[in-house]
């Protein structure tokens, strides 16, 4: 039996995802794993199409396909993104078409959950039949349940293969409606000397896309500065090398335009505005590639304190994930959700109208610098980034160690003395039962009466 391991680390050969397909290829030595590194040799499989066509008539000789990837910003890399986006455009389909496909995934398990939800997707529309996914830890190898727990997926996704199991679709497939949008003429809001500034891919790829930018730019006094990032130049996706970790300096840095770009456009700006069109089931690996540079910058929210929005083309209405993939990296950066204007929803009018009070409400919002509160993503975010940065991340990613440090985000509860005591105490005193009967009776009283001092009791009617 042939399997195919499909890539997606930049670092090739050299990665830890590769550790994990290694070991399941030990376990399973009458099975055999062929590698294919597409997201390190994405370039010359774009370029080169010879080189492409004959990745995957090998990818199509396999029995089944193992999505082998690192997490990079709640999804796949720019690069492996990128190769997806090729089987799609050079019709490659037919390769991937009836096979068995699993997912396997290293991360520090932040939004794991979201990047699986798009190779799932992603194996729908390829029409395979997925069989599962499977998140581990970069660190799990070193512990035996976790050893144990891998083998098992390895033998029953091979059992799956074997018996050809059947999988049913659990994504159902995108469908674009085409409207073009016609625009009115937007009354323009004064942006009270805010710096507006819209980053698009390629608004020439999408007619629906340059007609909504033109008109959210209009949409603001004076008209917000349009940047699109196939003008800047950016030689490539991040590599994961992680020679950032240390000062923040990307190994690209001097080399090409990204960071330049980044701290002094997209960092001068007080509102943001992502402008793009859906690509599969997410944007274009152009935006990919946008998010996983600035990953220069670390764990830290480097774009703090912005308004962000954004402007999609495509069916965004029935791709949610990709709506929290946003919804969640906003948060992590400490922004304010400005929301999606989408062009999948409503008439022309109703268009015009959403991207108008967009204008409008970033305005409003930057001007009181409201920030919303934040929410499970970056509360649970936080405390995986808070805890990995603490231990055994900090050698690496020492700028960002310096940065919790220095903005008070190590806040364990371990060292909140006082409630440590009055839990302790309390717990003590509710093992008498009659303390513990009076506790239970004025719980709830107990629960709000400590709000008395914000807030006047309402009269009783
Ligand atoms: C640019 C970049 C983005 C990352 N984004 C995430 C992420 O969103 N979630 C996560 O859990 N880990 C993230 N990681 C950590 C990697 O997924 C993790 O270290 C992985 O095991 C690396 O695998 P590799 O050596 O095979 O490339 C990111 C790492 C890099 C370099």
Redesign the pocket.
């Known amino acids: 039996m042939k399997i195919a391991v499909i890539n997606g ?1 930049p ?1 090739g050969q050299v ?4 550790q994990y397909a290694r070991f399941l290829q030990l376990k399973f030595p009458r099975a055999r794993f062929e590698y294919f590194d597409v997201a390190q040799k994405i370039n010359k499989l774009e370029g080169d199409k010879k080189e492409f066509e004959k990745t995957i008539r090998r990818i199509k000789s396999a029995n089944a396909v193992l999505w082998a990837f ?5 999804l796949v890399s720019s690069q492996y993104k990128r190769f997806i986006e090729l089987i799609f455009e050079r019709r490659a389909l037919a390769a991937f078409r009836g096979k068995p496909a699993a997912v396997l995934t ?7 959950s979201t990047a699986q939800i798009y190779m799932n997707g992603i194996c729908d529309d390829l029409g395979m039949k997925y069989f599962g996914a499977y998140s581990a830890e ?1 660190n799990d190898m070193h512990k035996s349940a976790e050893r144990k727990r891998l083998a098992a997926f390895g033998e029953l996704f091979l059992a799956a293969v074997r018996k050809n199991e059947p999988a049913h679709r659990n994504y159902p497939a995108v469908v674009a409606k085409r409207t073009a949008f016609q625009p009115g003429r937007p009354k323009p809001i004064k942006a009270g000397g805010k710096k507006v500034l819209i980053i698009a891919d390629d608004i020439e790829k999408s007619a629906n896309l340059k007609k909504m930018v033109k008109y959210l730019r209009e949409s603001f006094s004076p008209a917000a500065d349009l940047v699109q990032l196939k003008d800047i130049d950016i030689k490539g996706g ?1 590599l ?1 090398c ?1 020679q950032c970790g240390m000062d923040n300096v990307c190994v690209y840095e001097g080399k090409d335009g990204f960071v330049d770009f980044f701290n002094n456009q997209v960092k001068a700006a007080d509102i943001l505005f992502f402008a793009g069109a859906v690509r599969d089931r997410y944007l274009s690996s152009s935006w990919k590639c946008f998010f ?1 540079r600035s ?1 220069f910058k670390g764990h830290t929210p480097a774009l703090k304190g912005r308004q962000i929005g954004f402007v999609i083309s495509g069916p965004l209405g029935q791709i949610t994930n990709l709506r929290e993939m946003m919804k969640a990296y906003i948060e992590m950066q400490s922004c304010n959700l400005i929301g999606f204007v989408s062009d999948d929803a409503g008439t022309s009018g109703q268009l015009s109208a959403a991207l108008q009070n967009a204008a409008g409400r970033a305005v409003d919002f930057a001007s009181r610098g409201y920030i919303q509160p934040p929410t499970f993503y970056s509360v649970g975010g936080g405390k995986i980034f808070r805890d990995a940065v603490y231990s055994r991340l900090r050698p690496v990613f020492q700028a960002d160690h310096r940065y919790y440090k220095e903005h008070g985000f190590y806040n364990f509860p371990q060292k909140n003395y006082k409630w440590r005591l009055i839990n302790n105490t309390l717990i003590l005193l509710l093992k008498i039962p009659r303390v513990r009967r009076e506790f239970l009776k004025r719980m709830k009283v107990e629960m709000t009466r400590h709000f008395d001092r914000y807030i006047k009791k309402p009269k009783q009617v």
Do not use: A, H, Q
């Open positions: 680390s670092k990665s830890v995802t590769m690192p997490l990079y910003f709640f290293t991360s520090i398990n932040f939004f794991d970069m991040c994961g992680m996983d990953f």
